[in-house]
């Protein structure tokens, strides 16, 4: 399998090469390889997992997932909000039948507060984001129990079935379920 290598951090790569010529190196050189061609045909999606977009996690890797098992839905923090949209569609056009919070530990959405973000984007961008909630978070169980509520009062999605959160240790590689 391709390695990624990004130019600034590996002095093998080519000289300035972006960020996007290096993907596409890497995915022709995926795709001349056997793994390419052995992904199976349609998915028997068994569930949904809504995760950080974090580039430290490897869902697949981290929590075992043959392809086509699961619809890994990623975002800043793993938020709720913005997955609904895609677990519905999950639930109804593909049939999964149990979902995932998963948020981690080192999570850059500690680090800051929507108004702390919103004035930067102010200053930086000249832009308005007043009305956008960054869903920053300090207290990370905390956070996941405010997921899985959020799930459990949306109309668009299952409520018939399983939905547990849990966190992920960057340190161990461990994830920890959050009880209510």
């Given at each position: 399998m391709a390695r990624f290598a990004m130019a600034a951090a590996n002095p093998g790569a080519t000289p300035g090469s972006s960020f996007i010529d290096e993907i596409l190196r890497a995915n022709a050189e995926f795709a001349e390889g056997e793994t390419a061609r052995g992904l199976p045909g349609?998915?028997?999606y068994r569930g949904a997992i809504v995760l950080c977009m974090d580039a430290r996690i490897d869902p697949i890797q981290v929590l075992g997932l043959p392809p086509g098992t699961a619809h890994i839905i990623r975002n800043a923090g793993g938020r709720m909000a913005e997955a609904l949209r895609s677990i519905a569609i999950?639930?109804?056009m593909m049939g999964t039948r149990e979902?995932?919070?998963v948020h981690h530990t080192e999570c850059g959405?500690?680090?800051f507060t929507s108004d702390s973000l919103r004035l930067r984007l102010r200053e930086?961008?000249?832009?308005?984001a007043?009305?956008?909630d960054f869903l920053a978070f300090n207290d990370l169980a905390e956070s996941v129990r405010e997921d899985v509520?959020?799930?459990r009062a949306s109309a668009i999605v299952r409520q018939d079935i399983p939905v547990r959160g849990f966190i992920y240790d960057i340190r161990t590689g461990r994830l920890h379920e959050v009880t209510s």
């Open positions: 349609p998915a028997g999950s639930q109804q979902v995932a919070v959405m500690t680090t930086e961008l000249g832009a308005d007043s009305t956008i509520r959020i799930y």
